[in-house]
């Protein structure tokens, strides 16, 4: 549900996040030194050059390299000074610059559509440099406070004692990026950037949780525990090592020393920025309180939605769906023979017991292996939608203790492509009164199969495309993919139980929702009370969801817009090919043609579409 950034500051860098360094073929060298190679096509130099430049971006991070499954630069983090973004966008006007070398006349289909992507990328984010200090780098959903512990524990795979040290070594680092980070935040602020109030009392809370049981010169903070999630993470990943004792114990000792004298003290230092940013924030405001905040957000809807719709546009879209998703809700209360209105029927869902579990770690297994149950069920049945299946494992994890209060209701992180870790959906099981039962359908649908994980593997599979097409991301392909996802099992039969239709129809209901609190909150400039009050009367989610949700699409603008809108076109452009083939029509061959482009945006979708509905008509 979540794709883990900024909305604006980090788009450029998503689609450079490759899986691992990938060279020319050796054969094809060997080949060339003999001078027997065979003469290579101007496509084939196009993709070549797509390669080699989405691997020099991708060097520049070795959090990415390492999230994708590479182990070079393994004890560093990325670099958050101001001078790495200088950096960064002068990199991408000379890629740019190379990009216009080539010939797209001499181009086939495939490399010169990955030329105007790779294209309008790079010069989307030179254009968005002048937004690089809006937006809120540290909130209560992402940034480096919460992201250094997710990464040490998902991302930073321990298979010998020198990745241990590595290990150890980016735990010494942390002081490092969090004064870039501190500097970047009084930047920001002195140009009038401060995130709402709202998010200094997560943030800050998160970052003590971070450092539990942490003191200087160690020994016990008196918060009852002697350990915190880095210990027990590095421990528990010593532990499947065959290690001598006294080298594991010399391990932990570094590390036990590095997190009491390096990261904690970054930690509190941290906090006593954020703390005093806090203090200067002036209140719970949408974007447009923003220096020059209403283009700001009319360019993040244009890149999260990757269409020309405006905020008014969009806001009517949303008002229009939810009355005719209401329309449905009303028939599922017909069939279990409810007697009273909507909003009657949604407190109904909120508080019937039949429809949570327990607030116990068995009730919080429960749901895990009912999600599990329903994903399984689902991947049997996969050869009726796909000819393309994912080869990656997918597990599904509860979001981790430190982040749980904060972090979203579900999410997902795709698999490494060399195997060493699979897709996780994340359910956050913080408060089970946040989970009902009857929407854990369609939410495992989204975050597993046939969404995220379906979409995300087959691009990584994709070995004919670039790069930067197999690892890259556009929000309104993904999401949209997501909750088309969510109504693809109802066509199949599934939803058998009324209540688990209402859930579906609840999470579509929440989307159609979102186009018009978001566009309500930073173009409209709705209070945040108005926003959180719109949500409860029209959904069936508790005041304190709604609540955290509404923050949520306070600190990422435009973001939520993209899962409707994209959902809306995928499904107006089957059915457009559905009526041009008619019997001809394969669904199998639809959701090929969607997936095996990698991500694209909607408008490339559209053109991808009607190609391969044209070849099919001869």
């Known amino acids: 549900m979540l794709t883990v950034t900024a909305a604006i500051n980090n788009l450029l860098t998503i689609f450079l996040r490759p899986l691992r360094a990938l060279s020319l073929p050796v054969l094809a060298t060997v080949l060339l030194l003999a001078g027997c190679a065979p003469r290579e096509t101007e496509s084939e130099r196009a993709n070549g050059t797509y390669d080699q430049l989405f691997m020099e971006s991708l060097r520049e991070s070795p959090e990415y390299m390492a999230y994708l499954g590479m182990r070079e630069r393994y004890d560093e983090w990325d670099d958050y000074s101001?001078?790495?973004?200088?950096?960064?966008?002068?990199?991408?006007?000379?890629?740019?610059?190379?990009?216009?070398?080539?010939?797209?006349?001499?181009?086939?289909?495939?490399?010169?559509?990955?030329?105007?992507?790779?294209?309008?990328?790079?010069q989307n984010g030179l254009e968005d440099a002048q937004w690089r200090y809006h937006g809120y780098p540290i909130n209560q959903m992402f940034g480096v406070?919460?992201?250094?512990?997710?990464?040490?524990?998902?991302?930073?795979?321990?298979?010998?004692?020198?990745?241990?040290?590595?290990?150890?070594?980016?735990?010494r680092a942390v002081p490092e990026v969090f004064g870039h980070v501190i500097e970047d935040l009084n930047i920001r602020a002195d140009q009038g950037i401060i995130a709402p109030q709202f998010v200094f009392p997560h943030?800050?809370?998160?970052?003590?949780?971070?450092?539990?049981?942490?003191?200087?010169?160690?020994?016990?903070?008196?918060?009852?525990?002697?350990?915190?999630?880095?210990?027990?993470?590095?421990?528990a990943k010593l532990d499947k090592l065959e290690l001598d004792e006294g080298v594991k114990a010399d391990l932990l000792a570094q590390l036990n020393e590095a997190l009491t004298e390096q990261f904690a003290p970054a930690y509190r230092e941290l906090i006593v920025a954020l703390q005093a940013l806090g203090e200067r924030s002036e209140g719970n405001f949408g974007v447009w309180k923003l220096p020059n905040g209403a283009a700001y957000y009319a360019n993040a809807?244009?890149?999260m939605t990757t269409t020309d719709m405006t905020p008014d546009q969009i806001h009517q879209l949303g008002l229009d769906e939810v009355a005719r998703i209401q329309d449905e809700m009303r028939g599922i209360m017909q069939q279990v023979g409810f007697e009273g209105d909507l909003q009657a029927f949604f407190e109904f869902m909120r508080t019937d017991p039949q429809f949570y579990l327990a607030d116990t770690d068995e009730g919080r297994q429960i749901y895990l292996d009912e999600a599990v149950r329903v994903i399984d069920e689902m991947e049997a049945r996969l050869d009726e939608l796909f000819y393309s299946k994912p080869k990656a494992r997918l597990m599904v994890k509860a979001v981790e203790a430190f982040r749980e209060k904060s972090a979203g209701r579900a999410f997902y992180q795709r698999p490494a492509e060399d195997g060493s870790r699979p897709g996780t959906y994340y359910a956050n099981l913080y408060r089970m009164q946040d989970m009902p039962t009857y929407d854990l359908e369609a939410l495992a649908y989204h975050?597993?199969?046939?969404?995220?994980?379906?979409?995300?593997?087959?691009?990584?599979?994709q070995q004919g495309l670039p790069l930067f097409r197999r690892h890259g991301g556009y929000t309104a392909y993904a999401e949209g993919w997501g909750l088309y996802s969510e109504y693809i099992p109802k066509e199949m039969g599934l939803y058998s139980n009324p209540y688990s239709d209402f859930g579906r129809l609840s999470m579509e209901i929440w989307r159609a929702c979102r186009l018009v609190?978001?566009?309500?909150?930073?173009?409209?400039?709705?209070?945040?009370?108005?926003?959180?009050?719109?949500?409860?009367?029209?959904t069936s989610s508790?005041?304190?969801?709604?609540?955290?949700?509404?923050?949520?699409?306070?600190?990422?603008?435009?973001?939520?817009?993209?899962?409707?809108?994209?959902?809306?076109?995928?499904?107006?452009?089957?059915?457009?090919?559905?009526?041009?083939?008619?019997?001809?029509?394969?669904?199998?061959?639809?959701?090929?043609?969607?997936?095996?482009?990698?991500?694209?945006?909607?408008?490339?979708?559209?053109?991808l579409v009607n190609e391969w509905v044209a070849d099919i008509q001869g």
């Open 203 to 235: 943030s800050i809370r998160d970052s003590q949780n971070i450092i539990a049981g942490l003191v200087e010169g160690g020994g016990d903070d008196g918060s009852g525990t002697d350990s915190n999630p880095l210990l027990e993470d590095f421990n």
């Open 145 to 171: 406070h919460s992201s250094i512990p997710s990464f040490l524990i998902n991302q930073h795979l321990i298979a010998n004692t020198a990745e241990a040290e590595a290990y150890i070594a980016r735990v």
């Open 517 to 538: 609190v978001d566009t309500g909150l930073h173009h409209k400039r709705w209070t945040r009370q108005e926003a959180i009050d719109y949500l409860t009367a029209n």
């Open 301 to 303: 809807l244009k890149r």
């Open 542 to 607: 508790s005041v304190e969801a709604n609540t955290k949700a509404i923050e949520r699409y306070m600190i990422m603008p435009g973001q939520a817009t993209a899962y409707k809108v994209g959902m809306l076109k995928i499904l107006e452009l089957r059915e457009k090919a559905r009526t041009a083939l008619g019997d001809k029509f394969d669904i199998r061959g639809y959701h090929e043609v969607v997936l095996s482009n990698g991500a694209v945006p909607l408008n490339v979708l559209e053109d």
């Open 447 to 461: 975050e597993g199969l046939p969404g995220h994980h379906m979409q995300g593997t087959i691009s990584q599979q």
């Open 82 to 122: 101001q001078a790495s973004f200088d950096r960064s966008m002068a990199m991408s006007k000379r890629q740019l610059a190379r990009l216009q070398e080539i010939d797209d006349d001499a181009l086939d289909k495939s490399a010169a559509l990955s030329l105007t992507l790779y294209s309008q990328r790079l």
